[in-house]
């Protein structure tokens, strides 16, 4: 819940974000497609200065209305810099305004992979940079995994309160690998519609950082989808390297309010896995004797970790064709990160699988190592 006690997550405030146009912004998000076609950055000062409301408006706005009002001033800003410029220092404006709207919302100040998905229209009012039918794969492929990260990350808070000995924990886990698959569907669908030049070339530029107070704030692209968290729950609170955790921390900010407390209450305490692995002890036999349902329970983790391992691979698949040293126009992602943690990331979410290996040649999870990317 953010400070005004207003989930914006929830579906039927998605919804209402989607259909709000404070700024009257509609006709202006249309013209930004073509001014952004030819690289007219006066056009686009010029349409974001007319658009920006006074602080006063914003103080009658709702909630909903205050993440609608940013979805649409960050286009026109990430617009700008696209072609060049650090856009706030020409509209100036702007800041105090996106600093309230960022405030009222309990999130950053400036749009995020919420704004740029979820909470803008689909059909004739939707915002895009390009109006390439390729973008809008792309901001359809996010739209249609978060609400079952949603789902899924409120099962891995049952989850990691959860005892793993317990019959109901293979259920609950079954149930969040059914969420986590959408994250495949939605690598697929980009596979087969997106190609890594229009990327590259095109959509890439729109997500760079911009800066805003002082402060530097990476753009709204979908490494910003939270599934790192699923991790942090499952095994990487403890099973992580530095460079992963560092990523981790700077992509949290960018998060729901929510998503962000439940990151404070899975950093510094047993991950999943690791409680796993505790409860098998020395003596596997003896542990499954015990309590049977433990082999269900890592059987289930390990079917998790693997369609999170085909999601990665398959992803890592289209990010390493559209950064081929050939191709790109950034050597890094814009989210700061490198292909090559895209890598590590992998061989991570791996290696937690292999925990979840019952010991012994009857091994419970043992098609966690044949996991296929
Ligand atoms: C053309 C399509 C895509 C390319 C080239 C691409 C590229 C990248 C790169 C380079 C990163 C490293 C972090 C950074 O950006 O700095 C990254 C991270 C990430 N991307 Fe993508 N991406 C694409 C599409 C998607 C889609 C459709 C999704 C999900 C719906 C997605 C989800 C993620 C996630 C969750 C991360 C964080 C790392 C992880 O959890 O494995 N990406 N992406």
Redesign the pocket.
Known sequence: MTRTGVDLGSSPRTAVIRELDPLAADGPCLGMRRHNDRADVPALVAAVRRLVPSLDDVAGYSVEACAAAMRDLGMFLGSIKRHGPEPLPLVPEAVPVLLELGRRTDMVPRDTVHHYTTWNPVGGRQRMYTGDIQEAY?QE??R??FPHLREGLELCERLSGADVADPKFAVLTEELTAHVET?VS??D??VAN?S?E???RV??SYFEEITVDGRVLLGP????????LV?QAIWAADNSEPQYEE?LRD?VPYSLPRWRELYGRWTGVPSVVTRLVEAYGPDPDCAERRAPALRQSAEELARLLRVIVV??GR?LG??R???DADLRLYP????????D??RQ??DLTRAGAALTRRPGPAGAAAGAERTSA
């Open positions: 792309l492929s996010v249609m995994v994250m939605s690598i669908m980009v997106v890594p229009f990327f590259a959509l890439r692209a979908a490494a910003q989808v939270p599934l790192w991790d990523f992509s999601f990665r992803h289209i990010a064709k559209a950064y890094v992602g814009s989210g700061g990160a490198s292909v943690l895209l990331i992998i």
